[in-house]
């Protein structure tokens, strides 16, 4: 699948969205980071310390 600006990438009909969580000294993460953003795709950012008590069960 190709990334346009400004279009959305859809999946049987039903439009995709993307959500990176990562970890901010993540070599990994930025790397995943610029790959999407030298591909132009739209996505959400979300930093997860895999450290902390708290971390959310959509990052497991």
């Known amino acids: 699948m190709s990334a346009v ?6 999946a049987g009909g039903f439009p995709l969205s993307i ?3 990562a970890y ?3 070599v ?5 980071r610029m790959v999407l953003h030298e591909k ?3 996505h959400d950012y ?6 902390a008590p708290d971390v ?5």
């Open 46 to 51: 979300v930093e997860v310390n895999p450290f």
């Open 24 to 26: 901010q000294y993540s």
């Open 19 to 21: 959500v990176l969580y």
């Open 5 to 10: 600006p400004g279009r959305v990438a859809e």
């Open 56 to 60: 959310p069960g959509e990052y497991l």
């Open 40 to 42: 132009s795709v739209d």
């Open 28 to 32: 990994y993460a930025w790397i995943a």
